[in-house]
């Protein structure tokens, strides 16, 4: 059974794993652990098996080129694309502005409706707060206008491990962190989708269904009509997955590894702390079929799972 593959929200393969992610589909297959219990599976990547690609970044540019590629092996893709406001000390390796030309290529060369812009997370904090994301919401959408026609969004959410580095965050650079109350959340957004429909766009909430109104639609990141609508004209069958509360996902299977994306986002849910993610990048070997584990685990796992299959269920082999 073909299958919708999640590239990935774990980890920024079309930042940083580009050579990684290429090898995988010369072998037609990627090795994943479940960060969940552990087990480890394969799923497969030939495009007789593969739906659809979602592709996940904060920047595409380093992957244009592998693009051109994976289009002209036939595989059928879109972009979550995120582009946050926020100050540098929340997203300490990111270059914003190279990431907006980025998405303005790709909508370029694709078109609008192949990418979803996440405007996320939002955080309230002492360096910016509501009339600071007013401002720069304009910006960034004047900046898209005709270029985008989804902006995804949400509020963030304080993990443990997030919470733990906001915690940091304060004591080394004095910055406080608000929690606001449902009200002052639902008001903010709601000016959000006002500036964004001005400049053409729809707001989607991300697993906040509390936002959700008329002006503003339950968010499906992965979203089997955007794919139905893009690539099957004659139909897709496909069912909602959700990966956490109020999450309006479609089924997908997703390759990548945490604690491997180097990006340095405080706010991240899927990295312990960004040292241990560096230090995974810097030693990555683009020829492990598991991404951020050497080669020779990844190769006993894979023997192990030949050795031990004992179905072929729905695009991934199980041991």
């Known amino acids: 059974m073909k299958r919708i593959i999640s590239v990935s929200r774990r980890t920024d393969i079309p930042a940083f794993y580009g050579d990684w992610f290429m090898r995988r589909l010369e072998d037609g297959f990627a090795g994943v652990v479940n960060p969940f219990g552990g087990r480890k599976y394969i799923v497969l990547l030939k495009p007789t098996d593969v739906v659809c690609f979602v592709f996940w970044s904060k920047n595409f540019n380093p992957f244009l080129e592998n693009l051109k590629v994976i289009d002209q092996m036939g595989y059928k893709f879109y972009f979550n694309y995120t582009v946050t406001a926020l100050p540098e000390v929340f997203e300490s390796n990111v270059e914003r502005q190279a990431a907006i030309e980025g998405l303005k290529q790709l909508s370029r060369t694709y078109s609008p409706r192949h990418i979803n812009w996440r405007f996320d997370p939002i955080i309230i904090s002492s360096l910016c707060g509501r009339d600071f994301y007013i401002k720069a919401f304009e910006e960034l959408a004047l900046e898209f206008e005709g270029l985008v026609e989804r902006c995804y969004f949400s509020f963030v959410t304080e993990y443990g491990k997030v919470k733990r580095n906001f915690g940091e965050l304060e004591k080394t650079a004095g910055v406080k962190i608000t929690n606001c109350g449902e009200d002052f959340k639902i008001d903010l957004a709601n000016e959000l989708s006002e500036t964004a429909s001005r400049h053409g766009m729809r707001m989607f909430s991300c697993?906040?269904?509390?936002?959700?109104?008329?002006?503003?639609?339950?968010?499906?990141?992965?979203?089997?009509?955007?794919?139905?609508?893009?690539?099957?004209?004659?139909?897709?069958?496909?069912?909602?997955?959700?990966?956490?509360?109020?999450?309006?996902?479609?089924?997908?299977?997703?390759?990548?590894?945490?604690?491997?994306?180097?990006?340095?986002?405080?706010?991240?849910?899927?990295?312990?702390?960004?040292?241990?993610?560096?230090?995974?990048?810097?030693?990555?070997?683009k020829d492990s079929a598991f991404l951020g584990y050497s080669k020779s685990k990844s190769d006993r796992w894979l023997a192990e799972i030949q050795s031990g299959i004992t179905e072929k269920d729905s695009g991934q082999l199980k041991f």
């Open 207 to 285: 697993c906040g269904d509390y936002l959700v109104n008329n002006r503003i639609q339950k968010g499906h990141c992965i979203d089997g009509s955007v794919i139905e609508s893009l690539f099957f004209p004659e139909g897709l069958a496909y069912k909602e997955k959700p990966t956490r509360k109020e999450c309006g996902c479609t089924e997908s299977s997703d390759i990548g590894t945490y604690d491997t994306c180097p990006h340095g986002c405080v706010y991240c849910y899927a990295n312990v702390n960004k040292h241990r993610a560096c230090k995974a990048f810097e030693s990555h070997d």
